[in-house]
Structure formats: structure tokens, C-alpha cells
């Protein structure tokens, strides 16, 4: 099983609602990631998790908040978002973090879940 | 961090070869060079990767400048489904950064 699943694949939010993005690998990855992809650009990195632990906040807003709950799972909880904050949610995975890292290896993504802020 | 350089487009026709060239000038002795394409509506995926010797797998082959200051991803039989944005990536030994450019958007025409 190579999939990186996300769920919901679309989700419609207002600015004041409270929701969650879920991530699930079942690749026994140890690393897991969160970009942002706005509409004909390249997805921005957010976070990085290494082991279940927040290795990388790229200054990503307060109101997107990660979890790790186990390795297998990566979830972004939102809150009083702006509708500048509508994009293509992407996570993937790869298998190692630190040394060798991701130099030669690969991360596999999942198909994103778009979100529209109203 | 070194940075990559990317065509905006490039055009192919179905079935011949497409060669995407990156440059990466400022290029470390350690840096690794990923290749990854996003389908549209798709998450990217990973294409090829190498150090210093090129490299071939069943998607592409990716052909390394002696210098490492650049390098090319060639597609040998373009289809329909290649087409694609195709994105050269540097990524530092024991990085777990993946930083994405701008890419190169292929076309491929029927």
C-alpha cells in the first residue's frame, strides 16, 4: 500500500467554524508534511513531523494547527481562517528523517483536500 | 539554499522524446537532485533522483552534467498522461526539506 489518503477531498468552511484535515499513511513512514498549494503555483511547505514530533513550522499563522496523533496520522485543525487561506491542502510522507533523510528516498503525496473559505 | 531554474512551458508531440532542462548554478558537493511532476488535479509524485551519474528507471532518465550545474529529465515516448508540471528539486544530505520552484508545465500534443 503506497497511498497517502486525505480526507474530505473538498471542504467549504465559513470564518468563524472550526474543522479538521486528516492524513493517513499505513507506508510505516516516519516523517509527514503539510503544504499549501494555491492555484497555479508550487505547493509551500507548512510543517514537518519527524517521529510524531513538529520538526519544521515554516511561520505558518496561528490558526492552522498541527497534530500528530500517531505515525500512521497527521491531521491540521483550522480556525478563523480568511478566505485568502482558500487552496489545495497537501500531505505526503517519506521514510526517513535526520540522517539520510530525504535525499534518496522519495515522498509519496496524497490527492489534497481543496478548501474554500467563505 | 541553492535554487533551480525551470523553462515556464515546453510543447511536445505524442510519442517523441521531451528533455526538461534545470539549472542549478549554485549547486553543493551534497546536494541531491529529485525530480517530481504533478498531474492536474493530483498530488505530486516522484519521477527520478540522483547525485552525479545519470540515472534511468521506467518513467525517465535523468542525465547529470559533469559539473552538476545542471541537469535534464528526458521522457523517452511522451503520452498524453505525461502531461504535466515537472518540478527539478535540490535537496541537501540528511535534508527532509522538499522545496518546490516553479516548475516547467509540459504540453503534450496528440
Known amino acids: 500500500d503506497t497511498e497517502v489518503t486525505q480526507t474530505p477531498k473538498h471542504l467549504v468552511m465559513g470564518m468563524t467554524n472550526k474543522k479538521s484535515l486528516k492524513c493517513e499513511q499505513h507506508?510505516?513512514?516516519?516523517?509527514m508534511y503539510w503544504y499549501k498549494q494555491k492555484a497555479k503555483k508550487p505547493p509551500e511547505l507548512m510543517f514537518v513531523y519527524s517521529y510524531e514530533k513538529l520538526s519544521i513550522n515554516e511561520s505558518v499563522p496561528s490558526r492552522f494547527s498541527p497534530e500528530c496523533p500517531n505515525s500512521s496520522l497527521l491531521n491540521l485543525h483550522l480556525h478563523a481562517l480568511q478566505p485568502e487561506d482558500s487552496a489545495l491542502y497537501l500531505c505526503?510522507?517519506?521514510?526517513?528523517?535526520?540522517?539520510?533523510?530525504?535525499?534518496?528516498?522519495?515522498?509519496?503525496f496524497g490527492q489534497g483536500t481543496r478548501l474554500t473559505v467563505v | 539554499d541553492a535554487k533551480t531554474t525551470q523553462p515556464n512551458s515546453m510543447e511536445s508531440n505524442e510519442e517523441e522524446p521531451v528533455h526538461l532542462p534545470c539549472n542549478h548554478s549554485t549547486i553543493s558537493g551534497t546536494d541531491y537532485i529529485h525530480w517530481y511532476r504533478q498531474l492536474p488535479s493530483q498530488g505530486p509524485e516522484y519521477v527520478i533522483h540522483?547525485?552525479?551519474s545519470n540515472v534511468n528507471n521506467r518513467m525517465a532518465s535523468l542525465a547529470i552534467a559533469e559539473d552538476r550545474k545542471s541537469s535534464t529529465l528526458i521522457l523517452h515516448r511522451a503520452t498524453l498522461r505525461d502531461a504535466a508540471v515537472y518540478y527539478c528539486i535540490l535537496i541537501k544530505a540528511a535534508g527532509n526539506k522538499l522545496t518546490f520552484g516553479g516548475g516547467t508545465r509540459v504540453l503534450v500534443k496528440p
Open positions: 540522483g547525485l552525479t
Open positions: 505526503a510522507s517519506s521514510q526517513e528523517v535526520g540522517s539520510p533523510g530525504l535525499m534518496n528516498t522519495e515522498a509519496f
Open positions: 507506508m510505516g513512514h516516519r516523517a
